[in-house]
């Protein structure tokens, strides 16, 4: 068996993809820290080991994300958004035409064609606000893990809003809410509310006739979920593993 490895060193974590042809085999992630190489490799082998394999077994191995160039052993360093657009493309069946990736450090709005080409890029990369940075300071600030946020906001119980776009100013905003006694809850609302509205102006609603993909580890909030279509008024679509995507595209690159 000859396997293509996909790996994808993002800001906050590192994932590895094992494909063959088309089929992911195998699928992990690592906190990304100092030494991205190493921690690359070791992933992968774990990787092989849980699938039988050895290095001998590997076809080629691409790279992408913020530390793809730092992947002495990578055949290959892609683009991550070529790579987001090639994996969920295929994932989604060849149906998805907007694709919204929440990272560590940037918001991603992608439009396709009917082809899987690329045709539209906006980012938000200047600022932390909306990004996974801005979900984990917030944690920090009301000592809750982000894993909790879905069910408090699901819970809230009354609507307040957020209104600071900077994180800076945000940060100040959420401790004098707490201050005033605002519960948890009603403030992971009125965060993903907050998300929300800002990736909706990276947007025309016109351009969301076709619904839209989420994409990246805050995809798997569903109360983020549930904000952004509420916000967009169009469906928003998830894949089962929606942090593992970028990968996978740059696996597919090698084909």
Same mark, same amino acid.
């Given at each position: 068996?000859?396997?293509?490895?996909?790996?994808?060193?993002?800001?906050?974590?590192?994932?590895? +993809?094992? =494909?063959?042809?088309?089929?992911?085999?195998?699928?992990?992630?690592?906190?990304?820290?100092?030494?991205?190489?190493?921690?690359?490799?070791?992933? =992968?082998?774990?990787?092989?080991?849980?699938?039988?394999?050895?290095?001998?077994?590997?076809?080629?191995?691409?790279?992408?994300?913020?530390?793809?160039?730092?992947?002495?052993?990578?055949?290959?360093?892609?683009?991550?958004?070529?790579?987001?657009?090639?994996?969920?493309?295929?994932?989604?069946?060849?149906?998805?035409?907007?694709?919204?990736?929440?990272?560590?450090?940037?918001?991603?709005?992608?439009?396709?064609?009917?082809?899987?080409?690329?045709?539209?890029?906006?980012?938000?990369?200047?600022?932390?606000?909306? =990004?996974?940075?801005?979900?984990?300071?917030?944690?920090?600030?009301?000592?809750?893990?982000?894993?909790?946020?879905?069910?408090?906001?699901?819970?809230?119980?009354?609507?307040?809003?957020?209104?600071?776009?900077?994180?800076?100013?945000?940060?100040?905003?959420? +401790?004098?809410?707490?201050?005033?006694?605002?519960?948890?809850?009603?403030?992971?609302?009125?965060?993903?509310?907050?998300?929300?509205?800002?990736?909706?102006?990276?947007?025309?609603?016109?351009?969301?006739?076709?619904?839209?993909?989420?994409?990246?580890?805050?995809?798997?909030?569903?109360?983020? +979920?549930?904000?952004?279509?509420?916000?967009?008024?169009?469906? +928003?679509?998830?894949?089962?593993?929606?942090?593992?995507?970028?990968?996978?595209?740059?696996?597919?690159?090698?084909?």
């Amino acid at each position: 068996m000859s396997v293509n490895v996909g790996l994808d060193l993002g800001s906050t974590a590192i994932k590895v +993809v094992l =494909t063959e042809g088309r089929k992911i085999l195998w699928h992990g992630q690592t906190p990304t820290a100092p030494g991205q190489e190493s921690l690359a490799q070791i992933l =992968t082998r774990k990787g092989l080991t849980e699938l039988g394999l050895t290095s001998r077994d590997v076809g080629q191995v691409a790279s992408t994300g913020y530390g793809r160039r730092l992947v002495g052993f990578a055949e290959k360093a892609v683009d991550e958004i070529l790579a987001n657009a090639v994996g969920l493309f295929e994932l989604s069946g060849r149906t998805a035409r907007h694709i919204v990736n929440i990272g560590g450090q940037d918001v991603k709005c992608i439009s396709l064609d009917e082809q899987g080409r690329v045709t539209d890029i906006k980012m938000n990369d200047k600022c932390a606000a909306g =990004t996974g940075r801005f979900f984990e300071l917030v944690a920090r600030l009301l000592d809750t893990p982000v894993s909790d946020f879905t069910d408090l906001s699901q819970a809230a119980t009354e609507s307040i809003t957020l209104n600071s776009t900077c994180v800076v100013f945000a940060e100040s905003e959420i +401790v004098s809410l707490m201050a005033k006694g605002t519960k948890k809850m009603d403030i992971v609302k009125a965060l993903h509310e907050s998300v929300a509205r800002r990736v909706a102006s990276m947007f025309k609603y016109s351009e969301l006739n076709e619904g839209l993909w989420l994409d990246g580890g805050p995809a798997m909030n569903k109360a983020l +979920v549930t904000a952004l279509a509420d916000e967009l008024m169009t469906e +928003v679509f998830v894949l089962d593993k929606p942090q593992y995507t970028v990968a996978y595209g740059a696996a597919l690159c090698l084909n």
